[in-house]
């Protein structure tokens, strides 16, 4: 049977799908140069940046099926649909393992007083990261609350955390270069790790009560 005119929401969802989509693109590239600078120059950082990549790839994965779901199905998910949310619990569960792992590594390189060098391939792709990912957050968020989706926020947050972490990586590189502080690294992942807890509570809470972020960068709830 003939589908009728496209909705405004389903023209929405495509726009979504394409965001996500490019993201994946990047976030693949992404990943794959951070961890072979990280190899290189042993950075905590750029290793935990790695990481949050691969984190961020899952999500925007997850997000892509729950999207194409939904234009299939032709059936409108609430932020309390069982979809959304357990698209937020899997986001939520992957951040706190990061987090685990950016605190153990962390501590790893303080009592061994490592020290990461800075790369040419480092520099380059946080700041590409920089520059690129924060376009790419603002558009997931936009989608996303004009689809009133607490998933796709979610992973909107994600791509903010990814923003961060790129913006305290030139930092904890530039420092370290200019002035060889050997903790700096420890430090800048330390810091990412308050991003990365901030949004894994954010998404944990969307998944048990099915309400979006309680933030949003810029938009806070009372």
């Known amino acids: 049977m003939a589908r009728g005119p496209e909705t405004h929401r389903e023209k929405l ?26 190899y290189r120059a042993g950075s905590l950082s ?17 997000l892509v099926v729950r999207l194409y779901v939904e234009i299939q199905s032709g059936e409108e998910m609430a932020s309390e649909h069982k ?21 153990f590594r962390s501590g790893q390189v303080w009592h061994g007083h490592q020290s990461a060098q800075m790369t040419l391939l480092g520099l380059v792709t946080a700041a590409a990261s920089s520059l690129f990912t924060p376009w790419l957050a603002l ?8 689809l009133h989706s607490p998933s796709l ?14 913006w305290a990586l030139l930092l904890g590189m530039g420092l370290n270069s200019l002035f060889h502080w050997w903790w700096v690294d420890s ?5 990412i790790l308050y991003f990365i807890l901030q949004e894994a509570w954010e998404s944990w809470h969307s998944f048990k009560s099915g309400e979006p972020h ?6 806070h709830r009372h």
Request: glycine share 8%.
């Open 13 to 38: 969802l495509k726009g979504a799908v394409e965001i996500e989509l490019l993201s994946i693109g990047w976030i693949m590239t992404e990943a794959i140069l951070a961890a072979i600078a990280a």
């Open 46 to 62: 750029l290793s935990a940046f790695s990481v949050d990549s691969a984190v961020e790839l899952w999500s925007g994965m997850l």
């Open 83 to 103: 979809i959304e949310r357990w698209t937020s619990g899997v986001i939520a569960l992957c951040l706190f393992t990061l987090a685990g792992y950016v605190s």
């Open 139 to 146: 558009q997931k968020l936009r989608y996303g609350r004009l």
């Open 153 to 166: 926020i979610g992973d909107a947050m994600c791509s903010f955390t990814c923003a961060y972490m790129s």
């Open 187 to 191: 430090v800048a992942a330390l810091a």
């Open 214 to 219: 309680v933030h949003d960068h810029g938009a």
